[in-house]
């Protein structure tokens, strides 16, 4: 199941989101930065659109079960912090990514633990 782009707009920069339930690929021609609410059941992948400067995305564990059903992001190209892949594998974990054109770099993560 999908949840169709939710689209928002702060301090003039345009936030899109999206809700999945299974595997899913960024789409590469949606403008702005978005933010992907998993919503899995098993674990399935991301895959991040092609590298383009200043690009930033979100993905997040809304189920709160990516300890058991990880949530892994893989880049088109590029790297992810030099490395080929990241594992979101806490519960209710989070993580943004920023692309400098050609390489995602982690910016920001929530370990899913609320203080």
Known sequence: MTTPFQKAYFGGQSVQSVTKTGAYTCDSSAQGDYVVLCNFSAAHAVTLPPATSGRVIKVKDIAGNAATDNITIT???????????YVLNLNHAGVELTCDGTNWWVTAEYNGTVI
């Open 75 to 85: 880049p088109a190209s590029g790297t992810i912090d030099g490395a080929s892949t």
